[in-house]
């Protein structure tokens, strides 16, 4: 297994040690002892799975403590364009925007830390898998909306195919003078 640093602190690209032969492909999506090795030791206590056709745009959501979820994404089918945005207080990448292309045949993950707003694009149709260490909670949901002037994300999809819920969340501006989060 490789673990590559990303420039953000905590947020970490990770690409398996696929074994292949002539009958296929095999690849250990997660060991616990593995992980910890490169000091990973999160412990994930749900799982998701979704399909989104091309054009699709997702994001970006997060929650907030004690709630927080980390993630460990990866796509099963197609290419996706992750999107992970950095709104942990205090940290001295706050909005800042890290792009990751997850594609299937290249069976790469990211893990992304609590405080990260989330989101990704289907370049193509593609299944997404993810992994988090906190049950969802309503609630305890916020996000930001896809078309953020502050993130300024480049979403490489001309038209998103966007849920009611995402074309309707507030702007980071915004969750800042609610002080539902803080840079600080």
Not at 91 to 96: A, E, I, L, N
Request: charge should be negative.
């Amino acid at each position: 297994m490789e673990v590559k640093q990303t420039g953000i602190e905590g947020l970490l690209e990770i690409f398996p040690s696929v074994l292949e032969d002539s009958r296929g492909w095999f690849y250990e999506f997660y060991r616990e002892d593995l992980f910890a090795q490169h000091g990973i030791t999160d412990k994930f206590v749900q799982e998701n799975k979704s399909f989104s056709r091309k054009g699709v745009v997702r994001g970006l959501h997060m929650q907030l403590a004690p709630h927080a979820q980390t993630k460990l994404v990866s796509v099963f089918q197609g290419t996706i364009l992750d999107v992970a945005a950095d709104l942990r207080a205090g940290s001295p990448t706050f909005g800042k925007v890290y792009y990751c292309l997850l594609e299937a045949r290249r069976n790469n993950m990211l893990l992304v830390p609590e405080g990260f707003a989330h989101g990704f694009s289907a370049l193509e149709d593609s299944v997404f898998f993810y992994k988090c260490t906190h049950h969802y909670h309503r609630d305890a949901e916020v996000g930001v909306r896809w078309n953020d002037p502050q993130l300024n994300i480049n979403w490489q999809i001309n038209d998103p195919i966007l849920s009611e819920k995402d074309q309707h969340l507030p702007t980071l501006e915004e969750l800042l003078r609610k002080s539902v989060i803080s840079r600080y």
